[in-house]
């Protein structure tokens, strides 16, 4: 539990206010974050913290980007296939190693100069796939929509094997309106998360090279 008590007023720069800010914040979730809490737990005033951070909006932007910069960004190869899936991977391990603050990478389009470099390794990779301008912006940010839901249902448990509980949920279904469902029950009891995320990364590459083909020269 995060100590509330008030603490002898001090003087903290920006960056030691924003790394208080993510302590707290991987602590206690955003349900449990405030700028009056997180004044309290470092020993300034509230107004020193909107000094740095003109908004909350804009410290958990802040709060995003440091857990970015906690995770290595990988370089740019020879291959765009690869470099997709690297920035995949490092997003997913963003998410299990950070859970409580990984949900706030959908409210930015970018959140800060750490998710740019990502960024640029994504749709510098779309672009060298052969993809037009407009393809190669709007499939960049159908990647994010995808690694970043797949990694966010990960993390709060969709993408496990089903359970007893669940897999006797399916089985009462009704056998000829839900015979594909039924038929994957030992399929869904034996899911490995790191094969479905493999796969799913495989075929969106598949989709974006589909495009390639396809886009007018």
Known sequence: M???RPKTRRRLDKQAILEAAFELFA?????????????????V???????????????????ADHAVRGVEIPRATESWQNDLKAVANTFRSLAHRYPRIFHL???????????????????????RAGLPDDRAAGLGLAFYAFVLGFALAEAEG?????NDADEAELDALDADAYKSTRALIPALKGLDPDLAFSASMDAFIAGVANFSDRAPS
Request: net charge negative.
């Open 158 to 162: 969709l993408l496990r094997p089903i």
């Open 45 to 63: 005033d509230p107004m020193t913290v909107l000094h740095h951070f003109r908004s909350k909006d804009e410290l958990l932007r802040a709060i």
């Open 105 to 127: 990478h959908f409210r930015y389009h970018a959140t800060g100069p750490a998710d740019h470099v990502a960024s640029e390794i994504v749709y510098c990779a779309m672009r």
């Open 2 to 4: 995060t100590d509330l």
């Open 27 to 43: 602590e206690e979730g955003e349900s449990g974050f405030s700028i009056r809490k997180l004044a309290a737990s470092v020993g």
